[in-house]
């Protein structure tokens, strides 16, 4: 674990391998890209929706409370900052997509751009 992640925000977090997996199960996960759209035009991942941090407030309605969302964006950081408004807004099925598109690059899919 990383020193500055708390236990409970371990607990948030889905790591990269899990994730392809459950989605190549074909499970009902919504995964939202916090990041800006110049970033994504840069690197992504397939099935993920782009929803930048600054405009989560005003958009978190376009999201289903109930749906298990997972957040990613370059790292983390940004991510479990959108986490965190989620949760203040009553979403509960909630992960944070360990290392963020960097770490995707390393783990899953060596094609996607590092930046």
Known sequence: AH????????????????????????EPIVVID?????????????????????DLPDRCSELDPDAEIVLHCRSGVRSLKALRLLQSRGFRRLKNLR???L?????????????
Do not use: N, Q
């Open 34 to 54: 916090v990041r800006e759209p110049y970033e994504a035009e840069i690197a992504k991942i397939p099935c993920a929706r782009l929803i930048p941090l600054a």
């Open 103 to 115: 770490a995707w690059a390393d783990e899953v899919d060596p094609s996607v751009p590092k930046y």
């Open 99 to 101: 290392g963020g598109i």
């Open 3 to 26: 020193p500055t992640v708390t236990a409970d925000e371990e607990d948030l977090e889905i790591s990269c391998t899990e994730l392809k997996a459950r989605l190549d199960r074909g």
